[in-house]
């Protein structure tokens, strides 16, 4: 089976030779199925146009690549959740735990979980945290992205 284009090989042309990390064969599927993500779209767009203060500071910092290069997007859906952020290359899900996310922490730990079953690294801040220190939370998501 031929290799599908990577996000490097798109940015560095044909003759970019830099190897997959995994095969697309062997990456668990990540997207909702359709009849899902249906249901799904609207809760996105409304989360994308009313984001939390610490979720928009965060996304100031995050978006165009201004971490490691790495690309982030926001409010983004894996299988039947929604994650504030998520960087396809390293794998890397960021959670902003606030009032919006009305999870008791036995629904928080399962939805770690399967996130981390997926082979996916998440990293959780609190709003507060994340308003206070927001330079000590990019140091972090920098290292996570490195490693």
Known sequence: MPESPTREK????????????????????????????????????????????????????????????AHFRRQHAIERFIVDFYCPEARLVIEIDGPIHNYTPAEDAIRQEFLESLGLHVLRFGNDEVQAEIERMIQQIEEAVAS
């Not at 190897?19 to 989360?47: C, G, I, M, Q």
């Open 10 to 69: 798109i940015r560095g042309g044909e003759n970019d030779e830099r190897p997959l990390s995994v095969p697309d064969d062997e990456k668990p599927r990540l997207r909702p199925s359709p009849a899902l993500w249906e249901k799904l779209r609207p809760l996105v767009r409304e989360k994308r146009h009313a984001p939390t203060p610490a979720e928009r500071a965060l996304w100031e910092r995050l978006r165009r690549d201004q971490v490691k290069g």
